[in-house]
């Protein structure tokens, strides 16, 4: 699934309360303090839609009639998401209810979440122990890190001192943020600009972007898992809107649209504006067009946008304990990244010659909308052809 971002929620939740364990055995604490750190960690992403940040950045791009905040729990209890919609999660029939079953501990519990507090930091900032279980868990079943990293959120989440502005910790720890950020640097890399990936991303967005135009989708629809997610709007496309269940087919079996180039520039102060469905399908039509011009005929292309701020690149900013020294390891990234696919290629199959003449023509049409030094971005999974290397 796109993102990896369901297959492991319920593996990671129980490894972000076992490090909150860790954490909270370390340092004095109130019995309370232990309950509601506990519950955070249990909790932090109880409010995570189906496919994780990559539904949650599609509609907040494309915002309808109520609008989810991932953090945070009271606004989503006022609106509806989740805990009091009609659909909440139940077990054998009992509503699940987070608010009730906390009971007092509930405004403390949310606070931390939303990354306020004397606890929220730990839950929610810079560095947590919701990232440090995620990055390494998830590079570890990617095959990216070994056995001898699996112990650096254990041997790492003892040492964070939350303080009022920002994170402190003993020099001890600076060898294991310097490991953490590469780790992180290279599992991003791949969850970003992997092609695959980056196909069925676009795919799933033009999905619920359609969804959404089409009122296929609602807020009770955060509720659901990813797979549950494609089958109601396999099941909900129908007539005029069948386009999005033969998307969400292709999707699952995986016929991903054949991905033209990805390319990268540091313009990213328009992503709002050219991330707007609208704007996208103009877009489109232009390229479209121009390809017709060029040769290339009957190509129905997708461009999709992925924000790359502070996403593949993280930097941790920490306060050395005793010696008060500031310490930055890393730094952050800040790219915007525009891929370009094609979604009949069945029917099409670019040769190489057609696929560089394709490129050509398309990085001359982003140029035009003010994308500035604009570069073909780096494929995890290949080496680049000397075909490709022109391009840049």
């Excluded at 720890?173 to 953490?180: C, I, K, Q, S, V």
């Excluded at 121009?290 to 924000?307: F, M, W």
């Amino acid at each position: 699934m796109t993102g990896a971002s369901e297959p492991k929620r319920f593996e990671h939740c129980v490894g972000v309360y076992h490090l909150a364990n860790l954490w909270a055995a370390s340092r004095s604490l109130s019995t309370r303090q232990v309950e509601v750190v506990r519950a955070a960690a249990l909790l932090h992403d109880i409010q995570t839609g189906p496919f994780g940040h990559s539904f949650q950045y599609v509609m907040e791009d494309n915002p309808f009639e109520q609008r989810f905040e991932h953090t945070n729990l009271a606004s989503g209890v006022r609106t509806r998401f989740l805990q009091r919609s009609a659909w909440a999660a139940s077990f054998s029939g009992r509503r699940f209810i987070t608010s009730d079953l906390l009971g007092d501990l509930a405004s403390d519990v949310f606070t931390a979440i939303e990354g306020r507090g004397a606890l929220g930091p730990i839950i929610s900032g810079t560095l947590d122990l919701d990232n440090l279980d995620n990055v390494v868990r998830l590079a570890f079943h990617m095959g990216l890190c070994g056995d001898s990293d699996r112990d650096l959120p254990r041997s790492l989440a003892p040492m964070l001192e939350p303080t009022d502005d920002g994170l402190a910790a003993p020099r001890a720890a600076l060898p294991l943020f310097e490991r953490w950020f590469e780790i992180r640097r290279e599992l991003y890399e791949y969850l970003l600009l992997d092609r695959g990936e980056f196909a069925a991303k676009a795919m799933l967005t033009l999905a619920v972007e359609r969804a959404v135009a089409a009122q296929l989708l609602g807020p009770d629809d955060w509720r659901l898992t990813d797979e549950e997610l494609l089958e109601n709007l396999h099941d909900r496309s129908v007539g005029e809107h069948q386009v999005i269940g033969q998307l969400i087919k292709r999707l699952k079996v995986g016929d991903l649209f054949e991905c033209i180039a990805v390319w990268q520039s540091p313009t990213v102060s328009d992503y709002s504006q050219l991330s707007e469905a609208l704007a996208k399908r103009e877009l489109e039509h232009v390229i479209e067009e121009r390809l017709t011009g060029a040769g290339l005929h009957k190509l129905r292309v997708c461009v999709h946008y992925i924000l790359d701020k502070k996403k593949t690149c993280r930097s941790i900013a920490f306060r050395v304990l005793k010696t008060e020294e500031d310490v930055i390891v890393g730094h952050d990234s800040s790219n915007l990244l525009v891929g370009v696919f094609v979604e009949n290629a069945r029917a099409t199959g670019l040769t190489p010659s057609e696929r560089l003449r394709a490129c050509e023509v398309i990085k001359v049409v982003l140029e035009g909308k003010g994308l500035a030094n604009i570069s073909l971005a780096p494929d995890p999974l290949s080496v680049p052809s000397d075909d490709t290397r022109l391009l840049v």
